[in-house]
């Protein structure tokens, strides 16, 4: 069973950058699908982006294309999400969340995520 831990949640202006790691313990990310979602306050959890590990398949919000980018690092076993020109509104609480799947065949939409992160805090002030 693999653990997850994010970090790199802060506070920064409109139009900053921000970079989140999602770390594992207990087990290589070999094989998953991890993904990062989001639940603004009174809001549903959404999705935002996931990477196949093996393959490096990735997919994306539409709201996100374009600003935010997924990427890993096989050595750290690290996951990242690099946020940049951040919205007001894409102020949340940030989670990664992982599922086996070493073909990414349920990207981009039909994995179902059985490991959470804690979460970290993402406020982007105007």
């Known amino acids: 069973q693999v653990q997850l831990v994010e970090s790199g949640g802060g506070l920064v202006q409109a139009g900053g950058s921000l970079r989140l790691s999602c770390a594992a313990s207990?087990?290589?990310?070999?094989?998953?699908?991890v993904g990062w979602f989001r639940r603004a306050p009174g809001k549903e959890r959404e999705f935002v982006t996931a990477?196949?590990?093996?393959?490096?398949?990735?997919a994306y919000a539409e709201s996100v294309k374009g600003r935010f980018t997924i990427s890993r690092d096989n050595a750290k076993n690290t996951v990242y999400l690099q946020m940049d020109s951040l919205k007001p509104e894409d102020t949340a609480v940030y989670y990664c969340?992982?599922?086996?799947?070493?073909?990414?065949?349920?990207?981009?939409?039909?994995?179902?995520?059985?490991?959470w992160g804690q979460g970290t805090q993402v406020t982007v002030s105007s």
């Open positions: 990477i196949s590990w093996n393959h490096g398949r990735t």
């Open positions: 969340a992982g599922t086996v799947d070493p073909f990414g065949a349920c990207l981009p939409s039909g994995c179902v995520y059985d490991y």
């Open positions: 207990g087990r290589s990310f070999t094989s998953y699908v």
